[in-house]
């Protein structure tokens, strides 16, 4: 579990493929002796497992399922990321509750560099457009923002200095692609009492009482 406040920019060394996935060698931005093998770092908001540290470089393998959905495969040797090491017990809960589990890409679509912040657009793909809400909390490379406005299928975000300085986002073009996380809480709650929740309900009262809801 992580928080969507990303600790440092890491850079690329290399990119592997394997037989099923890819392998990333990453120089981190944080001693690679602070790490274990087998733990988990949020990668451009993907959660993926220490596979071997050579410092001051960590590799991580990326399965099939995690490439198909995120941006590695545009990705190349010394291009930045974004990482942030898990969540530990006890630790403030700055951002929100990110898995690290990437729902799919999206599209940069506007920049509007202000005097201070940087107002960005995003399109998703059409079926994660329901999990965002105005004001709530979506995952963009792995940084927790919350959502301006939201039409269709596009959202827009404020990117204050401080984000713009220790993340990747600053550097973002119109056109890239980013790994998008949407928020588990509404996920869960748009499969319980969604169409595609329990035997196909919809919302009813007694359906919102069995879960507690009433």
Do not use: W
């Not at 969507?4 to 890491?10: D, F, Q, T």
């Not at 999206?106 to 005097?115: F, N, S």
């Not at 039409?151 to 300085?165: L, S």
């Not at 169409?195 to 009262?205: F, H, I, L, M, S």
């Amino acid at each position: 579990m992580f928080t969507g406040l990303v600790e440092g920019v890491g850079v690329l060394a290399g990119l592997t493929p394997l037989a099923e996935g890819l392998r990333l060698a990453v120089k981190t931005s944080f001693p690679v002796s602070e790490l274990t093998l087998g733990e988990s770092v949020a990668v451009a908001g993907a959660c993926l497992t220490v596979v071997a540290l050579d410092s001051p470089r960590a590799s991580f393998e990326v399965s099939p399922e995690t490439v198909a959905r995120t941006t590695f495969t545009l990705k190349k040797a010394g291009d930045r990321v974004n990482l942030e090491r898990a969540l530990r017990l006890g630790d403030r809960l700055g951002g929100h509750l990110v898995t690290g589990h990437i729902d799919g890409v999206g599209v940069v679509r506007e920049l509007r560099p202000g005097p201070a912040h940087i107002r960005m657009k995003f399109e998703l793909p059409d079926a994660l457009s329901r999990f965002v809400i105005e004001k709530g909390s979506i995952a963009v490379d792995g940084v927790s923002l919350t959502v301006n406005t939201c039409q269709g299928n596009t959202f827009t975000v404020n990117v204050i200095p401080h984000t713009a300085r220790e993340t990747t986002l600053a550097s973002l073009k119109v056109g890239d692609r980013v790994n998008l996380e949407t928020d588990i809480i509404g996920k869960y709650v748009a499969r319980l009492l969604g169409k595609d929740g329990p035997q196909g309900e919809g919302v009813t009262p007694e359906l919102l009482a069995r879960h507690g809801f009433l």
